[in-house]
T-cell receptor, first 115, second 112 residues
């Protein structure tokens, strides 16, 4: 009963390095999301994918790219990491976006530090 | 910039008391409202959703919505130490089917 699985759980990067955060869900959900959470800032949407084959920008997309590889997987890539991207990253999924009874299921998070 | 505002706390209540958590939002056209609970170091989990003015009860939790005042609240009756967590208010704004805007959260401490 895995739900939403994120890897890695922790990562330390140097400024300018690149990396990809992986996310997979086994609930057959259509919609997937990437959020970042910073102290005092709450959860902010980076990118989302309402269905397989589509992606859209959220509130804070700069410096990130995403790929909806298939219905299960949604990856987040940092091409050139910056200290401002130090944060906790959460992947989430939901069955259908926009419904009143929509429930987001979150992964366990990735703690990323950029030095 | 659409906003969802919460008092960061901490809100401290004794065990057995009622905890009242509040949230205001700026987009008058918002239709859907959610409360997520997040334990320290863990991911958020949905505990309540509300779409119509009035109260919605689920066990010890009651969500209250007043669209005219752009205000949504969460009441926790008979607070338990296990309720100690950060409570995130989330709002789906008009015309943004896939986007939730989260508040910064209120940290609740239930004391023995």
């Amino acid at each position: 009963n895995a739900g939403v699985t994120q890897t890695p759980k922790f990562q330390v990067l140097k400024t300018g390095q690149s990396m990809t955060l992986q996310c997979a869900q086994d609930m057959n959900h259509n919609s997937m999301y990437w959020y970042r959470q910073d102290p005092g800032m709450g959860l902010r949407l980076i990118y989302y994918s309402a269905s397989e084959g589509t992606t859209d920008k959220g509130e804070v997309p700069n410096g990130y790219n995403v790929s909806r590889l298939n219905k299960r997987e949604f990856s987040l890539r940092l091409e050139s990491a910056a200290p401002s991207q130090t944060s906790v990253y959460f992947c989430a999924s939901s069955e259908v976006s926009g419904l009143d009874n929509e429930k987001l299921f979150f992964g366990s998070g990735t703690q990323l530090s950029v030095l | 910039q659409k906003e969802v505002e919460q008092n960061s706390g901490p809100l401290s209540v004794p065990e057995g008391a009622i905890a009242s958590l509040n949230c205001t939002y700026s987009d008058r056209g918002s239709q859907s409202f959610f409360w997520y609970r997040q334990y320290s170091g863990k991911s958020p989990e949905l505990i309540m959703s509300i779409y119509s003015n009035g109260d919605k009860e689920d066990g010890r939790f009651t969500a209250q919505l007043n669209k005219a005042s752009q205000y949504v609240s969460l009441l926790i009756r008979d607070s338990q130490p296990s309720d100690s967590a950060t409570y995130l208010c989330a709002v789906r704004e008009t015309g943004t089917a896939s986007k939730l805007t989260f508040g910064t959260g209120t940290r609740l401490q239930v004391t023995l």
